[in-house]
């Protein structure tokens, strides 16, 4: 079964940087377009990130995070990554990987992914 685990959240100060980690088992992830998304308290879920699959060289960041936020990943670990840095307490969520129903799709909206993993919490305190 596949299955999704992410890590690497915490609490840090203003201006701290983190790097999440989302790794897949079960399935070969990087066939898959793989997403961020992040839920804070009283808020809905929103897209942070997406990367393409292996051999789809495209990357998409909401505007919140672009030019702070980086995602990538390393095939041999079927893992993907969140850098993030410069973080705020506006950046204060939990944070979920997502795999896409169709492998190829490279999309920003929650719907089309049916993988989720069970979220690492951030916490940005000023």
């Known amino acids: 079964q596949a299955q999704l685990v992410e890590s690497g959240g915490g609490s840090v100060q203003a201006g701290a940087s983190l790097t999440l980690s989302c790794a897949g088992s079960?399935?070969?992830?990087?066939?898959?377009?793989m997403g961020w998304f992040r839920q804070a308290p009283g808020k809905e879920r929103e897209f942070v990130a997406v990367?393409?699959?292996?051999?789809?060289?495209?990357?998409y960041y909401a505007n919140s995070v672009k030019g702070r936020f980086t995602v990538s990943r390393e095939i041999a670990k079927n893992t993907v990554y969140l850098q993030m840095n410069s973080l705020t307490t506006e950046d204060t969520a939990v944070y979920y990987c997502?795999?896409?129903?169709?492998?190829?799709?490279?999309?920003?909206?929650?719907?089309?992914?049916?993988?989720w993993g069970q979220g690492t919490q951030v916490t940005v305190s000023s």
């Open positions: 997502a795999a896409p129903r169709i492998p190829s799709t490279v999309t920003t909206m929650a719907k089309n992914f049916d993988s």
């Open positions: 079960g399935r070969t992830f990087s066939n898959y377009a």
């Open positions: 990367i393409g699959p292996w051999n789809v060289d495209l990357t």
